[in-house]
């Protein structure tokens, strides 16, 4: 049995608004997320400060300390990979 065109043009759609609504929820819950305060990390680390400082945090501390480290890594990357190699 073939499903008729119109049929088919209003399934798509409502799969594309469901996306489009799924993907606007998803980036507010990591706006959200991000507006965790992470404190400032110690100048000297050591495993054992880590691993303390780390039990303090929330998830969403962890995560947000997570993605900037990680953000300030890929900078400093892209940053060194324009350096000409000497």
């Known amino acids: 049995m073939l499903i008729p065109e119109r049929v088919r043009v209003a399934a798509a759609g ?3 608004l469901a996306c489009i609504v ?3 929820f ?3 819950i990591a706006v959200a997320q991000h507006a965790a305060e992470v404190p400032a990390l ?3 680390i050591t495993k054992e400060s880590v691993r ?3 039990s303090r945090l929330s998830d969403a ?3 947000n300390l ?3 480290q990680l953000s300030f890594t890929a900078h400093a ?3 060194h990979r324009r350096e000409p190699l000497q």
Request: charged residues 25%; aromatic residues 4%.
């Open 14 to 16: 409502r799969v594309a």
């Open 22 to 24: 799924w993907a606007v």
């Open 26 to 28: 998803a980036s507010g």
């Open 42 to 44: 110690p100048e000297t």
């Open 52 to 54: 303390d400082l780390l």
């Open 61 to 63: 501390q962890v995560r």
């Open 66 to 68: 997570l993605i900037d």
């Open 77 to 79: 990357l892209r940053a």
